[in-house]
């Protein structure tokens, strides 16, 4: 939907209590939006964007903010619309160049790691103090249907032969609001509405900050592989990866006939929820079927999962190196199940040489699931395909696996697992999965 249909979402607020941080809910464009939006010479759709400081000073701002930038465009692309992202002034703006869905527009900037706010601006031409007065106040009537807040202006002036000097602007604009709106009143330390004038080229108005998601963006973290099962932890895992700016490639071991096309498709999908963050994931498909049923042969039944998990690290770790990733990422948290037991983990650690990301571990359950839901991964996730963990899942596995004894009963596996890892290496399957 277009505002040109006349659903556009305004910018009109309400604050819900949500997880401790505020979120903002918009109903109907205010008429007077849509008007000058749609005639107005000086009135014109744009976000400006907000990042978190962290990790954009120094040498390091200038990279942070090209993949701000870029990751935004990708974004953007899923919106319909047409859209300029400029850097000015140590800022991103987002302007839209034609009609433009308005909620998707939000909803993909959401989902950019990197940006901490979004708020959507209003350009005013500079047609003098009075014309800005009159523009401020039906800003503040159209945005505001209730008027009963406090506010305080905060103005900018990074253009410095504006008549006025901020404080100046703040006073003058201040007593112009309180002029039109005598129910309003002004509050400078916890004001309900803080209305940003900032003086530049033309006017820029905002008041609202719709919450980004935080992070890093994408790309300026290097590059990690996702060992993706089809559960609930692992797209929480990558998910929470990438956003520290990591990119994400991911590995799929499936074991068919025993796993299914759905159960495989089900681990794509997961993916697309991961790559709605992270960009473009590289699944590999891994055919584990034959190195699974060797080790059920050879191997004690209460340590196969232990083994099994040990050749996954392996294959993924061989494959995270040749396509340059550093380091693996598992959705593990301690206690889980018997394989995520601290031994356990010990022992599938133990093969590895690259770093083992497990940005679950201390999670309980509840806290996976919620991040699951919020990411839109939950509802795939728990889809009840088999996976190729529990169909070889022994009835007591051990919880408490000796390291030592484990590489022991790995020695029966001595006269075929080579040849049996270099095959499964050659089944892989490279799925480029897009949201
Ligand atoms: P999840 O909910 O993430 O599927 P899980 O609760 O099924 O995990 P395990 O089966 O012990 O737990 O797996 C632990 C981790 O090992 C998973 O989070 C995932 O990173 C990896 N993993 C398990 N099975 C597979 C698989 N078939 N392919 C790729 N990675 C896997
Ligand atoms: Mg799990």
Same mark, same amino acid.
């Given at each position: 939907?277009?505002?040109?249909?006349?659903?556009?979402?305004?910018?009109?607020?309400?604050?819900?209590?949500?997880?401790?941080?505020?979120?903002?809910?918009?109903?109907?464009?205010?008429?007077?939006?849509?008007?000058?939006?749609?005639?107005?010479?000086?009135?014109?759709?744009?976000?400006?964007?907000?990042?978190?400081?962290?990790?954009?000073?120094?040498?390091?701002?200038?990279?942070?903010?090209?993949?701000?930038?870029?990751?935004?465009?990708?974004?953007?692309?899923?919106?319909?619309?047409?859209?300029?992202?400029?850097?000015?002034?140590?800022?991103?703006?987002?302007?839209?160049?034609?009609?433009?869905?308005?909620?998707?527009?939000?909803?993909?900037?959401?989902?950019?790691?990197?940006?901490?706010?979004?708020?959507?601006?209003?350009?005013?031409?500079?047609?003098?103090?009075?014309?800005?007065?009159?523009?401020?106040?039906?800003?503040?009537?159209?945005?505001?249907?209730?008027?009963?807040?406090?506010?305080?202006?905060?103005?900018?002036?990074?253009?410095?032969?504006?008549?006025?000097?901020?404080?100046?602007?703040?006073?003058?604009?201040?007593?112009?609001?309180?002029?039109?709106?005598?129910?309003?009143?002004?509050?400078?330390?916890?004001?309900?509405?803080?209305?940003?004038?900032?003086?530049?080229?033309?006017?820029?108005?905002?008041?609202?900050?719709?919450?980004?998601?935080?992070?890093?963006?994408?790309?300026?973290?290097?590059?990690?592989?996702?060992?993706?099962? %089809?559960?609930?932890? @692992?797209?929480?895992?990558?998910?929470?990866? #990438?956003?520290?700016? +990591?990119?994400?490639?991911? $590995? &799929?071991?499936?074991?068919?006939?025993?796993?299914?096309?759905?159960?495989?498709?089900?681990?794509?999908?997961?993916?697309?929820?991961?790559?709605?963050?992270?960009?473009?994931?590289?699944?590999?498909?891994?055919?584990?079927?034959?190195?699974?049923?060797?080790?059920?042969?050879?191997?004690?039944?209460?340590?196969?999962?232990?083994?099994?998990?040990?050749?996954?690290?392996?294959?993924?770790?061989?494959?995270?190196?040749?396509?340059?990733?550093?380091?693996?990422?598992?959705?593990?948290?301690? %206690?889980?199940?018997? @394989?995520?037991?601290?031994?356990?983990?010990? #022992?599938?650690?133990? +093969?590895?040489?690259?770093? $083992? &990301?497990?940005?679950?571990?201390?999670?309980?359950?509840?806290?996976?699931?919620?991040?699951?839901?919020?990411?839109?991964?939950?509802?795939?996730?728990?889809?009840?395909?088999?996976?190729?963990?529990?169909?070889?899942?022994?009835?007591?596995?051990?919880?408490?696996?000796?390291?030592?004894?484990?590489?022991?009963?790995?020695?029966?596996?001595?006269?075929?697992?080579?040849?049996?890892?270099?095959?499964?290496?050659?089944?892989?399957?490279?799925?480029?999965?897009?949201?």
């Amino acid at each position: 939907m277009s505002y040109m249909a006349g659903c556009y979402p305004g910018l009109a607020g309400k604050r819900c209590k949500g997880h401790g941080r505020a979120e903002w809910v918009f109903p109907a464009l205010p008429a007077f939006y849509r008007e000058t939006l749609q005639n107005g010479e000086n009135m014109y759709k744009s976000f400006l964007i907000k990042y978190a400081e962290i990790g954009v000073k120094g040498k390091n701002r200038y990279l942070f903010e090209e993949a701000l930038v870029k990751q935004i465009k990708y974004a953007l692309k899923k919106a319909e619309g047409e859209f300029a992202v400029r850097r000015t002034d140590g800022r991103i703006y987002v302007d839209a160049l034609s009609d433009f869905d308005y909620e998707e527009t939000v909803e993909s900037l959401k989902k950019v790691f990197g940006i901490s706010g979004i708020c959507p601006v209003v350009y005013v031409r500079d047609e003098g103090f009075e014309k800005l007065g009159h523009d401020v106040v039906r800003y503040i009537g159209d945005v505001y249907p209730d008027r009963n807040k406090s506010f305080k202006v905060s103005a900018r002036r990074a253009r410095k032969n504006y008549p006025l000097n901020s404080m100046e602007i703040n006073v003058e604009l201040g007593a112009v609001i309180l002029d039109a709106y005598p129910e309003m009143r002004v509050d400078v330390h916890k004001p309900d509405i803080l209305l940003n004038v900032e003086v530049r080229d033309n006017i820029y108005l905002y008041s609202e900050i719709i919450p980004g998601p935080g992070g890093m963006p994408v790309g300026t973290g290097g590059k990690a592989m996702l060992l993706l099962s %089809g559960g609930i932890d @692992s797209p929480v895992a990558g998910w929470m990866i #990438a956003k520290r700016g +990591v990119k994400i490639d991911a $590995v &799929y071991f499936h074991a068919p006939p025993y796993t299914s096309e759905r159960a495989k498709q089900k681990v794509v999908d997961l993916a697309k929820k991961v790559a709605a963050y992270a960009g473009p994931v590289w699944l590999h498909v891994i055919n584990f079927t034959d190195i699974q049923l060797y080790i059920y042969d050879k191997c004690p039944h209460d340590e196969l999962t232990i083994i099994m998990r040990r050749y996954m690290m392996r294959i993924a770790e061989h494959i995270a190196k040749e396509t340059e990733c550093l380091g693996l990422i598992t959705g593990e948290s301690i %206690g889980q199940v018997a @394989s995520q037991t601290m031994a356990s983990l010990a #022992a599938t650690n133990e +093969v590895c040489t690259l770093p $083992v &990301y497990r940005p679950l571990i201390g999670f309980d359950k509840m806290e996976i699931v919620e991040i699951a839901e919020k990411i839109d991964s939950y509802e795939t996730s728990i889809l009840p395909y088999e996976d190729c963990c529990t169909i070889f899942v022994a009835k007591h596995p051990v919880t408490k696996p000796n390291v030592n004894v484990i590489k022991r009963h790995e020695e029966n596996l001595h006269e075929g697992i080579e040849e049996l890892v270099a095959k499964a290496l050659e089944t892989d399957e490279v799925i480029v999965v897009h949201d």
